[in-house]
């Protein structure tokens, strides 16, 4: 059974840091890419920042920065580190990991979220 799980959410005030965590276990396969996303309330859910498999990254602009995602690959673990953290950032935060094995490509499997809060 694939699990995701998140860690590291939580509040924090403006101009502050989190390190958030999303360890996947029970994988077949290869590990094709490993993304964060968020949603605010009341607004849709945006792509954060990814990290590809030869470990390329890429950002949403409003982020640029300030994040950065990195990855573990012996733990099959991606990480998100969040500076400077503005009352904006606040959403819950969810990972997203992209696999493929000999049977089938496209896998994609999703954490149940953290939430993060940033006060003002």
């Known amino acids: 059974q694939v699990r995701l799980v998140e860690s590291g959410g939580g509040l924090v005030q403006a101009g502050g840091s989190l390190r958030l965590s999303c360890a996947a276990s029970g994988i077949i396969g290869r590990i094709t890419f490993m993304r964060w996303y968020r949603q605010a309330p009341g607004k849709q859910r945006e792509l954060v920042a990814l990290?590809?498999?030869?470990?390329?990254?890429n950002y949403a602009d409003v982020v640029k920065g300030r994040f950065t995602i990195s990855r573990d690959n012996a733990e099959n673990t991606v990480y998100l580190q969040m500076n400077s953290l503005k009352p904006e950032d606040t959403a819950v935060y969810t990972c997203n990991v992209g696999a493929s094995n000999r049977y089938v490509d496209g896998l994609e499997y999703w954490g149940k979220g953290t939430l993060v809060t940033v006060s003002s």
């Open positions: 990290i590809t498999s030869s470990d390329a990254t």
